[in-house]
Every structure is written in C-alpha cells, then in structure tokens.
C-alpha cells in the first residue's frame, strides 16, 4: 500500500499555520477567539483522521482543542493577574517607604538649618492684677 504523502502533507501545514497565527498576533482581543478557533478545529481534525471519519470522535477532538485552548487562556489570565498583584503590593510598599525617607530627610534638614538668637531683655517695673511687680531680666529665643 502505498501512502501519499503530499495528501497528509498539506492539511497538516495549514493546520500548523492556522494554530500558530494565535501567538503572532498582537490584537488582545482577537488572541482567545482565533486561539479557540485554531485549536477547535485542530482537534476536530485530528478526531476524525483518527477515527477515520466517526462524527462524534471528530466533535469531540473539537470540543477537546476549544477546552485546551480556554485552559491555556485560564492558565495565562492567572499568571498576569498574580503579576499585577504582587507589583501592585511592591508599588504600595516602595511608595509608602519613599514617603517615610522623604519626611525623614526633611526632618534632618530643618534641624540641620536651624539658627537661634538669644537676647536678653528686660521687664521694667509694672502693675498687674492689683499687684506692683518689680523689673525682671528675661532671656527670649528667637529661631531663624
């Protein structure tokens, strides 16, 4: 028995090329449809070259791509949302620690350009509340 090979040949590279076009593509919204439909039909082919025709095997190898492909999708829809929350937390964490270094150099700074006078003043003889207070020397600080 002889086997043609270009007859196997050709079905199996636009399957190959049908099945790659998915990950190629750069449109996210069109990516999960065309993959589903790829792999769909992928395994439909596949089911019925096996069972040589039998319309519930090739039904199935369809149905069995189109779930392949949404576990490949469930697998990377995780992955990217376990991503996003992790440089999320990170994001939070680094912009909290940035605000606490920011306070504590600002803090350093207005100690470090802190200047003072000292001046000595007095308080001349007054009354106050009924009462005669007599002359008092003070010290006041001024920060400049």
């Not at 439909?44 to 096996?50: E, K, P, S, V």
């Not at 025709?53 to 039904?59: F, H, V």
């Not at 912009?95 to 001349?124: C, D, F, H, M």
Request: a positive charge; glycine letters at 12%; proline letters at 4%.
């Amino acid at each position: 028995m002889h086997i043609d090979y270009s007859m196997i040949m050709r079905p199996i590279t636009s399957l190959i090329t049908v099945a790659v076009l998915p990950f190629l593509s750069g449109c996210g919204s069109l990516q999960r449809p065309v993959t589903d439909a790829a792999l769909g039909a992928g395994g439909a082919y596949l089911g019925n070259t096996l069972s040589q025709g039998n319309p519930l095997a090739t039904a199935g190898g369809a149905a069995g791509g189109v779930l392949l492909g949404e576990g490949f999708q469930a697998l990377k829809s995780q992955s990217q949302k376990n991503a996003y929350r992790q440089g999320y937390t990170l994001g939070r964490s680094d912009g909290v620690k940035q605000l606490y270094w920011n306070l504590q150099n600002q803090q350093r700074e207005r100690a470090a350009a802190e200047s003072y006078r000292l001046y000595e003043i007095t308080i001349p003889e007054h009354w106050e509340d009924g009462v005669l207070l007599k002359p008092s020397k003070r010290v006041l600080r001024i920060n400049e």
